[in-house]
């Protein structure tokens, strides 16, 4: 069912229309005067600004009545995000593979026939252990991943399950962006092939979620050294941090977090193996609000201009 659109969002977008069709006047009056003077290709290269200012235009307007919801499943010191639109279905890593049945009757729940993207942040069991599960409960459209540093049962099991749907990964070694249901993903790969510890963790896909003036960071496993490449990378300011590594600490993650700078953060915790306190600490200085799995499911529901969270 569409929401209702808010006075401030048709403001916003009677605002958006106004100036897109002052640039077309603009351009239109421009082009007349070149026109006069000479022959040439200007009129195509300006037909083309004009589409993609109308492609750009009319991805604002979607975002504006766009809600996105994303629930951070409670299963153990594991990964599992199922990020659901009007159109649109991402689920970022699969937790562990005993845990899977409840990811997979929460996507039933949702009435989720198909996943359009799978990303698996990298390949420790926490991580990847119900990768399989999904692939042979439902359709998935493409499924994203960092390089391989590590064999073990879960990825074999995954592996299996990628051949059995007809399906290849996509190992993203270069920044990536797509979006949906004017919602922006982009997806930050490791720098390097190796790491002097702990490569599997630092080998991370990093995914920033925007919608809006809103996003959310999912930082994976990484520990200092991916967390040092972060540090010198654009643009990671999010209103919603997933802390990295289960809320483990280590002598980055102070500077993340200020780099990071979000509003809320959620640490995938459990009883048996607790984030660290210094970590809480850190996040209760910088003025975040912390969500533990541990103490339950937490979802999200983000808009263009509002973010709530419970659980």
């Given amino acids: 069912m569409k929401r209702h659109i808010s006075k401030f969002k048709i403001t916003i977008i009677a605002a958006l229309l106004i100036t897109f069709c002052l640039s077309a006047c603009g351009r239109q ?3 007349t005067d070149i026109d006069s003077l000479e022959d040439t290709d200007t009129p195509q290269a300006t037909s083309e600004s004009l589409a993609e200012e109308a492609t750009t235009a009319s991805t604002n307007l979607e975002a504006l009545d766009t809600t996105l919801t994303i629930t951070c499943i409670k299963g153990g010191a594991a990964d599992a995000f199922v990020l659901i639109s009007d159109n649109h279905v991402v689920v970022i890593d699969t937790g562990l593979d005993k845990k899977a049945d409840k990811l997979v009757g929460f996507l039933n729940e949702q009435g989720v026939t198909k996943v359009d993207e799978l990303i698996i942040t990298h390949f420790d069991k926490d991580h990847v252990g119900g990768a399989d599960h999904i692939l042979n409960n439902f359709e998935v459209g493409t499924v994203y991943t960092t390089y391989h540093s590590k064999e073990s049962d879960d990825i074999t099991a995954y592996l299996e399950a990628l051949e ?5 990964e996509t190992t993203v070694s270069e920044n990536l962006t797509f979006a949906a249901d004017g919602i922006s993903f982009t997806i930050y790969p490791p720098k390097s092939p190796v790491y002097y510890d702990s490569t599997s963790n630092n080998s991370s896909l990093v995914i920033r979620v925007s919608l809006g003036e809103n996003s959310m960071l999912f930082a994976g ?3 200092y050294e991916r967390l040092s490449e972060l540090l010198k990378t654009e643009s990671l300011g999010s209103t919603i941090l997933k802390v990295p590594h289960h809320g483990r600490y280590n002598a980055n993650t102070e500077a993340f977090i200020k780099y990071v700078n979000p509003q809320y953060a959620i640490i995938t915790s459990s009883n048996g193996e607790p984030e660290d306190q210094e970590v809480l600490d850190i996040l209760a ?7 533990l799995t541990k103490d339950g499911d937490v979802t999200i529901t983000i808009t263009a201009d509002a973010v709530e969270i419970t659980q």
């Fill in 221 to 223: 496993d990484a520990e």
């Fill in 285 to 291: 200085a910088n003025g975040t609000k912390t969500y």
């Fill in 164 to 168: 059995n749907s007809g399906l290849e």
């Fill in 29 to 31: 009056q421009a082009q």
